[in-house]
């Protein structure tokens, strides 16, 4: 025999050994597992869904028209920096496996001022994402939809299930439930769609200073900077925080389940007072701020909790972090943000982990 056909053969059973041995540490090639289009992907939940994505092995074009994300990843392939508004510009995008579709006009209170923007944004550019993955033929698209679809359900319909008739207060809300039926309607053109409807995000990057965040971002920059945290109400209002780490695990969990179009609740089940909400998060961060109570906002919503479990037995979702625990990574980021525009190492935080 050849001497190189023996060192080949010799190398061929080196290489089998070493991808047996080490199979279980071995990492995938970027884009090995599929190309994913991500619209919206420089914002607060997109971020975390990039790094979702590239930790399983796929790789990421960002379409994003940068009007409130700017959380550039520059392990994505491609940042097309461009608005779902306009067709001409998708048309440039190449070749992708899977859409996630997060791109949207984001805030209630904003949508009941300006409609048209939210009907612009939120239902004509998610027709053309729609039309883009139809034409494309994608293996599948999953959108972000959200629990304003649900408005304010009674007690006796709490836990909220999907099955909970549409009831939303907001143009933002039913941008998000017509969104939901361009989908169910896409499929019989043949797009295999599933819509997740996010209860209250919460986590690293979100913006405390943008109007449409939410209050746990408010309570922990406040609490952060010593600033008193107030609450509307008596501070027995409840909600259903999830932590955006779960969040980007049921979104890529999903885009990796096949099934005709359905819509899915994505919660932990666990109901939380703004009360304990406030008091965690001083202890966390060990805060002198004060907490004071201030009058009920009116039209709030009194108790909101979701029933997760459609996702745990369809999808296989269930949501991991508590909600102290998911505090815990979030105060500490906040710590850290701080700590970086002072020039400064973070201070160690108290953890309730
Ligand atoms: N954060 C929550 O608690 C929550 C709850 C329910 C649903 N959602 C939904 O989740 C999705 C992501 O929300 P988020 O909190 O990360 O918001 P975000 O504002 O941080 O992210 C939205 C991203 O979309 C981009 N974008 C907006 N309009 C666009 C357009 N016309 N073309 C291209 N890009 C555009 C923005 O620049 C931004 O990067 C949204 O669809 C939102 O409605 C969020």
Redesign the pocket.
Known sequence: MPLHTTRVGLLMVIVAAVSLLGGAYRQLAPGAKGAVLL?????????HVTEELLRRGYSVTI?????????HNRRAREMVP?????VNELEKVGKCDYVI??????SVAESMKLPAKYT???IH?SQNVIDWAVARGVTRMV??????VYGNPKGKDLPIQETQPYGGLSP?ADS?YKMEGLMRAAGAKGLDATAL??????GP???PK?E?T?VISVFLDRGNNGQEVTINGDGSNTRDFVY?GD?ARAIVTAMEFSGAFDVFNVCTGRETTLEHLSLTIKALLGSSSKISHGPARPGDIAKSVCDPSKAKEKLGFTAGFTVEQGLARTAAWFRAEKAKAKGAPAPALKSTD
């Open positions: 619209t919206g992907g420089l914002g607060f939940i997109g971020s379409y994003d028209n940068e009007s409130t994300g700017h959380n461009m608005d779902i508004r306009c579709h997060l791109a949207a006009a984001i612009d944004n939120n550019g959108a972000a939809s959200s629990a304003a933002y998000k409807r996010f209860f209250n995000v919460y990057r979100q913006d943008s449409y939410g955006v969040v």
